[in-house]
């Protein structure tokens, strides 16, 4: 289904973060390759899209998952290359949410890399004191990593549990209701307001916690089983609107959906019935197509897609500028936006990155088509995708998806719903988004 780097990275991920580590001989491995440099606390760490995974700790006590964006670690998995902080205490990357009542003085990162090839994880080495480290021991550190590689290996060829799901199972969690949407903003990003709400599945498992797309969908896109995932989070997040309209009258829900949908002669029917059930007209809705091998541009797609238009469905083919989306769709798909995909967004700032997103936002503004920039993280990737002709952004900047109990509705129409900073331990409430009141026309722009 997913093509990119960045998609398969998160699926390779996937494979490691939910092992169970325990092993003695990692902890001996652990132990080893702390003692060679003389740091004392150790930590193997496992990152996926969202979140960094300690999996074993040597020295220190067992640390929860921690956002990206909050760790050190992070870097080292986006350059791929081994970080040392001497002093923290003397380093802006100090400042880290995770790391002032730490104690902590002194930081390693080693990459680890996964069978597929790919950055996976962390060797992450800590000490209460400033610590130098010469080349040497960074390339023990290197050498001991590469054990550590193959005994994750070893202990993911015995491990049945990860990506082991059937389709009996998710088809009992459906029925179950334990896939639901998280919701994560979509901003405007001339008024700087909250436009829409993207519903996002995440699965709630009974044993194995919260598992998000990379670990489900896959297995749903190969049948028709995606159908019923997509509709199911779709009645949710109408539902959810509902209530939100009532304050916010003119907020929208967007939601993905899968290109098996067009298979059906049904498609629109089912698509509209899901909206009645919840009394939320189609014009608050945006449904978001990704274009993957289940998605043939034929008549009978684009006469769905005209259908839905029709109705007042707005369609944002998504994922643009990777995979399998091309110039052609946009040329002859009839939709009404395109939505930037996240690993695009990374080349923000450099020539290259900036042409791309400058000529897409151009040929998309000649069409009549509003333009969405995804996983934009900082105000000046922000600043950048509007300047080159962005209509909206989506990304952690603002927040990422977040569960509706952890979102609390105000009534007084300062706020729709406070985005946080979540993630499945420490949840602090950010600052909370514009109201959403900026639609104009009746499409969003
Ligand atoms: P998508 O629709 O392109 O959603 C954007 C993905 O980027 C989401 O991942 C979101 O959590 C992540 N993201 C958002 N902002 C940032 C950011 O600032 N930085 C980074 N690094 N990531 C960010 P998620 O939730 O794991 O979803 C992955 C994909 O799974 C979605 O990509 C979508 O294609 C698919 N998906 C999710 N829910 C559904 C569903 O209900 N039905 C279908 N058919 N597909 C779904
Ligand atoms: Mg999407
Ligand atoms: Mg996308």
Redesign the pocket.
Known sequence: MHTSKYRRRNDSAAHYRGLVASSSALRTTLTLAAESVAYPMIMLNILD??LQHTLLTVGMDDRPSLHRTDVLCDSVMRTGRPVLITDLAADERGQLPSLPDSGIRAYIGIPLTGREGLPVGTLCLLDVAPHELGADGIHTLTRFAAVVEEQLDLLRRRDPSPSHTTTDELAAALDADQII?WF?PLVDLQTDTVVAF????RWQHPTRGLL???EF?PLAEESDL?ID??LA?LARAVRQLRDWRSTHPELRVT????GRHFQHPDCVDRLRETLRAAAVPPDAVIL?V?ETASFPVNDATIAHITALRTLGFQIFL??FGTGYSTLQHLLHLPCDGI?I??ATTRTLGTPTGDALIRALAGLADELGKLVVV????TPAQAAKAQQLGATHG????WS??TPTDAMHTDSDLGTVASPVRGCSTGITVSEPPPRPSEVRGNRLT
């Not at 939601?255 to 899968?258: D, G, R, V, Y």
């Not at 995804?374 to 993280?377: A, D, N, T």
């Not at 989506?394 to 900047?397: A, D, E, R």
Request: proline letters at 11%; glycine letters at 8%; aromatic letters at 2%.
């Open positions: 899209e969202h949407p994560q993207e519903a996002l599945a998000e797309p990379a969908l995606i995932l997509d989070i939601a993905n959906l899968s978001e990704t998504d994922d939505k995909d996240g995804e996983g934009i993280e989506q990304g952690y900047l990422p998806p």
